[in-house]
T-cell receptor, first 110, second 115 residues
Framework: DAKTTQPNSMESNEEEPVHLPCNHS???????IHWYRQLPSQGPEYVIH???SNVNNRMASLAIAEDRKSSTLILHRATLRDAAVYYC???????????FGQGTRLTINP | DSGVTQTPKHLITATGQRVTLRCSPR?????VYWYQQSLDQGLQFLIQ???????AKGNILERFSAQQFPDLHSELNLSSLELGDSALYFC??????????????FGPGTRLTVL
């Protein structure tokens, strides 16, 4: 399974931007980068995905390095509701399952 | 609300017993996935069904089995339960047309406690 590396935990303040890094140095040219998050006592939920170009949606932005060996999930203005475990996942060609690592536990301070 | 429902929310049972967890996918989703989340192993993929057929298998024990019915709901059967089977079991669904980009929608999970 394709491997990603994320910091175990990060902390930020409410209404400030948050940059969550992910390293995926063994990514192949056809692997998509997906982010899911898991709020306390809930199932994981989709956040965003991309292949090569940076992506924006209503929840977040995804910045992908030019060599694709790393990416950053950006929450532009964190709220208390964004406190969750964030998972960076590589979707390889042909594989439908999600392979979750340990993720980054994000704490938001009021 | 993801649109995926799971029942029951909580299940407490004894070692050696058998339980059935139920999942109803989002309307229109043909694929159902089962994941197990435990403190020591994290979130792990167990099995996937697509339109009634088994599509992929992960780290699913032989004591566990699943099926997807014609109405697309799915059941995960866990038998000869052991203490180590205590975990959160999540079901997810997707349209699964383009696997690399499709979104999986997760249910709220079933918390299984084996005493």
């Amino acid at each position: 399974d394709a491997k990603t590396t994320q910091p175990n935990s990060m902390e930020s303040n409410e209404e400030e931007p948050v940059h969550l890094p992910c390293n995926h140095s063994t990514i192949s040219g056809t692997d998509y980068i997906h982010w899911y998050r898991q709020l306390p006592s809930q199932g994981p939920e989709y956040v965003i995905h991309g292949l090569t170009s940076n992506v924006n949606n209503r929840m977040a932005s995804l910045a992908i390095a030019e060599d694709r060996k790393s990416s950053t999930l950006i929450l532009h203005r964190a709220t208390l509701r964004d406190a969750a475990v964030y998972y960076c996942i590589l979707r390889v060609q042909g594989a439908q399952k999600l392979v979750f690592g340990q993720g980054t536990r994000l704490t938001i301070n009021p | 609300d993801s649109g995926v429902t799971q029942t029951p929310k909580h299940l407490i049972t004894a070692t050696g017993q058998r339980v059935t967890l139920r999942c109803s996918p989002r309307s229109g989703d043909l694929s159902v996935y089962w994941y197990q989340q435990s403190l020591d192993q994290g979130l792990q993929f167990l099995i996937q069904y697509y339109n009634g057929e088994e599509r992929a298998k992960g780290n699913i024990l032989e004591r566990f089995s699943a099926q997807q019915f014609p109405d697309l709901h799915s059941e995960l059967n866990l038998s000869s339960l052991e203490l180590g089977d205590s975990a959160l079991y999540f079901c997810a669904s997707s349209v699964a047309v383009y696997p690399q980009v499709d979104t999986q929608y997760f249910g709220p999970g079933t918390r299984l406690t084996v005493l």
